[in-house]
């Protein structure tokens, strides 16, 4: 069966500092992959997707990146935090359009 | 812009009555509509979807219901336990969206011992 991990679980960080949250699955093969941001007590917000190795789609500008170096393997990342990207990040995957996406259990983000 | 909402934020609900949660969208070009149940500190999990040339689904003690000429989508939830308190999100995608899914608010079950 598929299964996603993120980790790292909670990541407090200080403002200016860098970021890299990893997101792989396992069990499947050319997943589609998604990295969503929810603000407490919030909705979710699509932040980035990839069809294919090296394909990333971006949906909202920020100074949050993506990549993804390998089929089952995606990862965010930030050169410098801003205290606005605290959240809780949800990494999700599915296989086509109109399928239900499956998320992993998120990174609590805190940055003071 | 095109949006996914929710009627009520907060339902609470006595333990084994029934729940029904609702959830409107605006995009009529929509096709596919899912549930997800979120528990705290988890990511959301998938419940229950549909597609438009449905108006009925049912799984294990959830129906989800379709009523595309209001643009309406419900989650009814049957002899509701404990752990079915959680905040339930739709979402809509269709064709027109690709892989995208638009996410509603969410909407906080609490049971009510």
């Known amino acids: 069966s598929q299964t996603i991990h993120q980790w790292p679980a909670t990541l407090v960080q200080p403002v200016g500092s860098p970021l890299s949250l990893e997101c792989t699955v396992e069990?499947?093969?050319?997943?589609?992959l998604y990295w969503y941001r929810q603000a407490a007590g919030r909705g979710l917000q699509l932040l980035f997707y990839?069809?294919?190795?090296?394909?990333i789609s971006s949906e909202v500008p920020q100074n949050l990146s993506a990549s993804r170096p390998q089929d089952r393997q995606f990862i965010l990342s930030s050169k410098k935090l801003l205290l606005s990207d605290s959240g809780f990040y949800l990494c999700?995957?599915?296989?086509?359009?109109?399928?239900?996406?499956?998320f992993g259990d998120g990174t609590r983000l805190s940055i003071l | 812009g095109e949006s996914v909402g929710l009627h009520l934020p907060t339902l609470s609900v006595q333990e084994g009555d029934n729940s029904i949660i609702n959830c409107a969208y605006s995009?009529?070009?929509?096709?596919?509509f899912i549930w997800y149940k979120q528990e705290s500190g988890k990511g959301p999990q998938f419940i229950i979807d549909?597609?438009?040339?449905?108006d009925k689904r049912q799984g294990q003690r959830v129906t989800v219901l379709l009523n595309k000429t209001v643009k309406h989508l419900s989650l009814q939830i049957a002899a509701t336990q404990p752990g079915d308190s959680a905040v339930y999100f739709c979402?809509?995608?269709?064709?027109?969206?690709?892989?995208?899914?638009?996410f509603g608010g969410g909407t906080r079950l609490m049971v009510k011992p």
């Open positions: 999700a995957w599915n296989l086509a359009e109109n399928q239900p996406q499956h």
């Open positions: 069990g499947t093969s050319n997943p589609n």
């Open positions: 990839s069809v294919g190795i090296g394909q």
């Open positions: 979402a809509e995608g269709g064709y027109n969206a690709g892989n995208m899914l638009t």
């Open positions: 549909i597609r438009s040339n449905m």
């Open positions: 995009n009529s070009a929509s096709d596919y």
